[in-house]
């Protein structure tokens, strides 16, 4: 279950940026994006999370995971397509190999909503 070292990975991430503000918000939202074709269990994802974050400066913070489908370009037909994931990678038309990806490999963090002590709630960009 590789879900649970990256949910490690995520955490020691928004660890460094918690430790670097002056001080330190109250984290209650992480977005993630992340790509079909990553071999990512969201269910998995939000899982590990959840039990990871528990008595940590994420406890009680929600994970809002965002799909993005597989999508492929094929370079001879001059247009996109959605390989069938595990079954056929190929474009639809020609059969020529998925070369080209457009999306789906993503596994980044979009943003943040977090709250400073007395102030409303900030949502920022990573």
């Known amino acids: 279950m590789h879900e649970t070292d990256m949910t490690r990975a995520l955490i020691l991430t928004l660890q460094d940026w918690w430790e670097s503000q002056p001080e330190p918000p ?12 990553t071999c990512v269990e969201p269910a998995s994802l939000q899982f590990a999370f959840t039990v990871q974050t528990q008595n940590t400066f994420l406890a009680g913070a929600e994970l809002v995971i965002r799909e993005t489908p597989l999508i492929a370009f094929c370079h001879p037909c001059q247009k996109e397509y959605k390989p069938d994931i595990g079954v056929q990678y190929a474009c639809p ?16 963090i979009n943003r943040l909503e977090y709250a400073l002590l007395g102030q409303p709630q900030i949502q920022e960009t990573l």
């Open 93 to 108: 038309d020609c059969q020529s190999p998925m070369e080209d990806i457009r999306s789906g490999r993503e596994l980044k």
């Open 26 to 37: 109250t984290i209650s939202k992480v977005h993630l994006t992340v790509g079909n074709f």
